[in-house]
């Protein structure tokens, strides 16, 4: 069983940074991959990025691809995307989520409890 706890987000100015933190509990984080995605009013669960247990494979979904890094830090049990250049499109509730596998569907077997990011004009 894996609890995550997402913080950092808030109110940012376009072409802003915010880096969002999920902390995992349970011994065995090290062993899993961990997603993040966000969700918009109105609109479906997307995938933003992911990275595997040893990080050693990321993916991005392309709108972030060179404005979003995800890390991990297995001995904290902790996940971070830093989020640069932010967009008023990059609002929305974001989610991390774990799963033994590596994957960029929504298919992951546990999920925080979101995190507000907005981002304006």
């Known amino acids: 069983q894996v609890q995550l706890v997402e913080s950092g987000g808030g109110l940012v100015q376009a072409g802003g940074s915010l880096r969002l933190s999920c902390a995992a509990s349970g011994r065995t984080f090290s062993m899993y991959a961990m997603g993040w995605f966000r969700q918009a009013p109105g609109k479906e669960r997307e995938f933003v990025a992911a990275i595997s247990w040893r990080g050693a494979r990321i993916s991005y979904t392309d709108s972030v691809k060179g404005r979003f890094t995800i890390s991990r830090d297995n001995a904290k049990n902790t996940v971070y995307p830093q989020m640069n250049s932010l967009k008023p499109e990059d609002t929305a509730v974001y989610y991390c989520?774990?799963?033994?596998?590596?994957?960029?569907?929504?298919?992951?077997?546990?999920w925080g409890q979101g995190t507000q990011v907005t981002v304006s004009s």
């Open positions: 989520a774990a799963d033994r596998d590596f994957m960029i569907t929504t298919d992951y077997d546990y």
